[in-house]
């Protein structure tokens, strides 16, 4: 029993001194009670059975913490040590820009507190790339390989939570960072500090490029980066996006396009003489019956949404405006093809019926990731060499707490690190990482960062990401980032290789970005 309990807690990570003394305290309590019924033969017998299981626990417990230790080279000891030395600082940033919460392209506070840390860190930065003033660009060293790494700040709109676990707004009608963002642009900017790190002590040599990337939740930021050629002497970039567990990326994401509707209609008094307008809400809600027509003979793997931005302002008013906001996606850029020119067929048909004049403006669209399964056990190697993340009572009873509070089963934190999965078709939701795995290599990193099935994109996750289960993920993906970097600036026929299967996925396809020109703007 007492062996099964070593064993136990060498899985679960559990602290050594803690071990120690849990295995302390049962060997004595169960000396005490024996002392009391064996005569001193038995006694002498069980002395030797206590020595061999102290010898097996010394091997479960000591042996594979040495090996493991072993793997760890003196440059990926840096990493890690550069990080904890890091820690309060890089927690610091993430709470700055959690308690900002700004949305797409207005992420003004969030990446000042970025860039300049990048800029006090030796790099050069070239702010308000791309036609966004809050993208930027942060670069040290010089040759190849050049590496990039890519770190998002922006928040989503109307859920501001509380640092709590029970559902309670901080600032009415403000944004959170239910998606991690404030986490994920500064644990990307630790990990490429630490390459700098390197590459100025003469450990490596290369190139090191941070991206700040705007406005991932609406209108895509990256795409205009991509566009501007802002990735194009990349040989890899690096990539990774808080989550519900841990794992080294292998899946794709959907493709999409956002486009806008309006209409336009007459106005007339909506009793008096209705015969003299024509509704553009009526222009609309065929639209909409249309779609949601559309949705049987579509693929399991499409999706439709919309989003009602106008319709009227009063109701003895035929109204002469409607807006509507659509995005469909699908696994692939030719899919999501079909369906929009699907889509513009429907709203002309709806104008013609109501009797109005209609506009479409796309707004953005995105490519689907391109996996990499090379670069995903690259980094898988480091996921395993770093280990599992241990979370205490308080964190568990936290996440329980939310999950209780938003109606789902009490499944606490996945701090486990998972096998490479394989690939499957796109399940989940979209990204712009999809437009820079078309022109480069990427590879990417989920970490835990909530509880496991909470909802997304909710107050659930802003109650997460601003406190101490937030702050062991940014640490945590730092890490790992930062280790699966050096590895590639080490060995040369790693990026060869990762290479190699981004040319073969890839084809004979050809980048097209699917978006307006001229600089991307707010939605109006």
Known sequence: ?????????????????????????????????????????????????????????????????????GKISKNKKAIINSIEEKKEKLIEISDNIWEA???????FKSSKYLSDYAEQNGFSVERGVAGMPTAFVARYGSGRPVIGIMGEFDANAGISQKKQPTKETLLEGAAGHGCGHNLFGTASLGAAITIKELIQKGEISGTIVYYGTPAEETIFGKVWMVREGLFDDLDICMDWHPGAEIEASTQS??????????????????????????????????????LNYYREHIRPTARIHYDIEKAGDVVNVVPEYAQIWTRLRENDRKNVDFLYERAKKIAEAAS??????????????????????????????????????????YEMEYANTILNESGK???????????????????????????????????????TTAAKGGPWHSWAVVACTGMSIGHKCLIYASKALGMTMLDLYNNP????????????????????????????????
Not at 261 to 271: C, D, E, L, W, Y
Not at 382 to 388: M, R, Y
Not at 496 to 524: A, H, M, T, W
């Open 352 to 393: 013609m019926m109501a009797n109005v004049r209609h506009e479409i403006s796309l707004i953005s669209g995105i490519y689907e990731i391109q996996p990499n399964r090379t670069g995903a056990g690259i980094l898988q190697k480091n996921l395993e060499l770093l280990g599992d993340i241990s979370y205490s009572d």
């Open 409 to 447: 089963e009490l499944l606490g934190l996945d701090g486990k690190v998972k096998p490479l999965k394989q690939t499957m078709p796109a399940q989940g939701g979209s990204t712009d990482v999809g437009d820079v795995s078309q022109v480069v290599p990427v590879i990417s990193l989920g970490v």
């Open 101 to 107: 919460a700004e949305t797409s392209l207005e992420e």
């Open 1 to 69: 029993s007492l062996l099964f309990l070593t064993l136990h807690c060498r899985m679960d990570f559990m602290p050594l001194h803690q071990r120690i003394l849990i295995y302390n305290f049962l060997i004595f309590k169960k000396l005490n009670k024996q002392l009391n019924i064996m005569d001193k033969k038995s006694l002498f017998e069980y002395a030797w059975i206590l020595k061999i299981i102290k010898l097996l626990m010394i091997v479960v417990i000591f042996i594979p913490n040495a090996f493991s230790q």
């Open 493 to 524: 026929k790693m990026i060869e290789d990762v290479k190699k299967e981004f040319l073969e996925r890839k084809g004979d396809k050809v980048y097209d970005p699917r978006i307006p020109p001229g600089p991307p703007k707010l939605i109006d």
């Open 253 to 290: 994401s959907k493709a999409l396009v956002d486009f806008r509707v309006k209409f336009f209609g007459n106005a007339s008094h909506a009793s008096a003489d209705p015969w003299n307008g024509n509704s553009a809400v009526d222009a609309m809600e065929l639209y909409t019956t249309g």
